[in-house]
């Protein structure tokens, strides 16, 4: 059983940073791309960042420049480093991945969330 569990979420004044971060854990045996997507109240999910293994990323219009998607392959767990937050990014921040597991072949997996909530 493969699962992606996310941390770093919380309240932060506008202009502040968060860090989050998103682990998979159980029977991994590879790891494609990984994405953090986010659903503010009322709006459709959106894609945020992504990341592909060999180090490629995508950003959304609306966090270029001020977030960095970053992985780190040994420990299957992708970061996404917030700064100049805005009240506008307050949302839940959903982990994705495309994940090999060793009994189930390849599957789209989804962490359970962390909320984000910038203070204007």
């Known amino acids: 059983q493969v699962q992606l569990a996310e941390s770093g979420g919380g309240l932060v004044q506008a202009g502040g940073s968060l860090r989050l971060s998103c682990a998979a854990s159980?029977?991994?045996?590879?790891?494609?791309?990984m994405n953090w997507y986010r659903q503010a109240p009322g709006k459709q999910r959106e894609l945020v960042a992504g990341i592909t293994g060999g180090g490629g990323t995508n950003y959304a219009d609306s966090v270029k420049g001020r977030f960095t998607i970053s992985r780190d392959n040994a420990k299957n767990t992708v970061y996404l480093q917030m700064n100049s937050l805005k009240p506008e990014d307050t949302a839940v921040y959903y982990c994705?991945?495309?994940?090999?597991?060793?009994?189930?072949?390849?599957?789209?997996?989804w962490g359970q969330g962390t909320q984000v909530t910038v203070d204007s």
């Open positions: 159980g029977s991994v045996v590879g790891i494609k791309v």
């Open positions: 994705n991945a495309d994940i090999l597991a060793s009994r189930t072949g390849w599957r789209q997996y």
